[in-house]
Structure formats: C-alpha cells, structure tokens
C-alpha cells in the first residue's frame, strides 16, 4: 500500500483496506499494571515506564478475542506507545502469539498530544486509506469518547489504570 504513514508496521506484507478491528494495547492486549507506578505524583516518567513495557504478562481474553476474529478482518493495534520502543513491542507481540496484522504507534516526532488527539488522527488515517473500522476496543474513557464522537463502535476494557489518581 503506497504513502501510508511512517508510524505503520506490517506485520506481512501491507494489506489491503476493508474491515478491520482495533485494539489498544496497554491495558488491554498487555497488562501494565506493574509500571504504573511510574506515572504516580506530579512528574509522571514516560521513559521509565514505556522502557518496562517488555516485562508485561499478556491479557489472555483480549488476546483470544483476537484470534477469534475472521481473518477477513484486519487486526489494527492501535498505541499511544512511542517509536522508542517499537522493538520490545514487536518481540512482546510474537512472544505472546498475539494476532496482529498492523501496529499504529506514536512517530518518532510525535510527543505530548493527549492520547484522544492523536487517536482520532490515526482513525482519520485508517479510514482515509479506506479502513472501514468495525469496533475498537480500548481501556481509557476519554478514548471511548473521542470513538464515539467519530462514529466508530467502541468497548471499553476495564484496565484500572484511570481510578489511581
């Protein structure tokens, strides 16, 4: 697929657009409950806790939800991670045998927009290749709402995370 975004990895060769799901991946593909202490008090530390990302245990009903999927179906997971830690989550997702067909992550000079902000351009993106967005699926309220301003079905995945403050 030609001019698609810097930020895409495939996980063959590129797809082609039609249906697909998507998938948050912290919280609800991976379980990163073990680093949020990292992002406790006034000075949250990004870097500490994207660098743990590799120590995750996997979230299996997520992950089966997944394999479970028609395979006509693109599987999109769809992170606010950053490109700093493309490989460790490259190999967390095929240690895990997580089904995936195209990872979204935050680009290298893509820092600071709110979660929300730079989901809604990677939705725009998908459906301007012509990705026809079936349901997604993510544990952060505010991204429920910006999908359900955007029109696109949305679960919410209880993670926890959002209730320590």
Not at 33 to 56: E, I, M, T, V
Not at 81 to 91: C, D, E, F
Not at 96 to 121: C, F, N, Q, T
Not at 127 to 152: H, K, P, S
Request: charged letters at 25%; a negative charge; aromatic letters at 10%.
């Amino acid at each position: 697929m030609a001019g698609v975004p810097a930020n895409w990895t495939w996980a063959g060769p590129s797809g082609s657009p039609g249906p697909c799901v998507v998938f948050d991946l912290d919280g609800v593909i991976a379980d990163a409950w073990h680093r949020q202490h990292h992002l406790d008090g006034p000075r949250r530390d990004w870097k500490s806790f994207f660098a743990a990302c590799h120590l995750d245990e996997p979230l299996e009903s997520t992950i089966s939800l997944g394999r479970a999927i028609d395979a006509s179906a693109t599987i999109v997971i769809l992170t606010a991670r950053p490109a700093s830690v493309h490989g460790p989550t490259l190999s967390w997702l095929e240690e895990h045998d997580v089904r995936w067909d195209l990872l979204i992550m935050r680009g290298a000079g893509d820092r600071g927009s709110p979660s929300p902000e730079y989901k809604r351009r990677s939705i725009t993106e998908l459906r301007r290749f012509g990705f026809e967005i079936l349901v997604a699926l993510d544990d952060d309220l505010r991204n429920i709402e910006m999908l359900d301003n955007e029109d696109v079905p949305a679960v919410y995945v209880h993670s926890g995370y959002y209730e320590r403050d």
